[in-house]
């Protein structure tokens, strides 16, 4: 069971936009720190797609975008493309020194 | 440009031990907040181990007592010694360097646990 909830999957259609949610607690998300974004392919290492709950690295195209509010987080992607098929992961911290990094479960986006 | 490269994994038996290293370039280790990071086959990602710049260490649950993050400044390299390694230990592990435009991972080595 992950700290952080995500929803298993999600879909869209090329063109669509698609978001997924990222739920926390007082003691992560809600303690106001920092939500990182990761998109991984099979077989490779995460990506950072979105850093500081909103942040873009250089390279990561603008129709990624990230928001936060109280104790959740949410990615959007819009104008979605084939390529965009991946794994999800939202991270954070949290107060507790048993596990001060946290994630969500993962999502695994279909491009229909 | 920074990067990281872990190395170490490999097939273990179940009680054995192993040692992660991951080779650092870039910036300075000491001077970062460095995780261990693990993905068992088809799950998620799971946090490990940390060590902060000041030298302060933490373990998830499931490691503690079992598993010694540490560093050597002079190789600019960040180590995961594991020991009494059980077939749950099975998974890629990432090293991972926290920083204010956020999380840089390397490209994961595979332990085996199993006999």
């Known amino acids: 069971q992950s700290v952080l909830t995500q929803p298993p999957s999600v879909s869209g259609a090329p063109g669509q936009r698609v978001t997924i949610s990222c739920t926390g607690s007082s003691s992560n998300i809600g303690a106001g720190y920092d939500v990182h974004w990761y998109q991984q392919l099979p077989g490779t290492a995460p990506k950072l797609l979105i850093y500081?709950?909103?942040n873009r690295p250089s390279g990561v195209p603008d129709r990624f975008s990230g928001s936060k509010s109280g104790t959740s987080a949410s990615l959007a992607i819009t104008g979605l493309q084939a390529e965009d098929e991946a794994d999800y992961y939202c991270q954070s911290y949290d107060s507790s020194l048993s596990a001060p990094w946290v994630f969500g479960g993962g999502t695994k986006l279909t491009v229909l | 440009e920074v990067q990281l490269v872990e190395s170490g994994g490999g097939l273990i038996q179940p009680g054995g031990s192993l040692r992660l290293s991951c080779a650092a370039s870039g910036f300075t280790v000491s001077s970062n907040y460095m995780s261990w990071v693990r993905q068992a086959p088809g799950k998620g990602l799971e946090w490990v181990s940390v060590?902060?710049?000041?030298?302060?260490?933490y373990y998830a649950d499931s490691v503690k007592g079992r598993f010694t993050i540490s560093r050597d400044n002079s190789k600019n390299t960040l180590y995961l010694q594991m020991n009494s390694l059980r077939a749950e230990d099975t998974a890629v592990y990432y090293c991972?360097?926290?920083?204010?435009?956020?999380?840089?991972w390397g490209q994961g080595t595979l332990v085996t646990v199993s006999s």
């Open positions: 060590i902060y710049s000041g030298g302060s260490t």
């Open positions: 991972a360097r926290d920083s204010a435009r956020g999380v840089n």
């Open positions: 500081g709950n909103s």
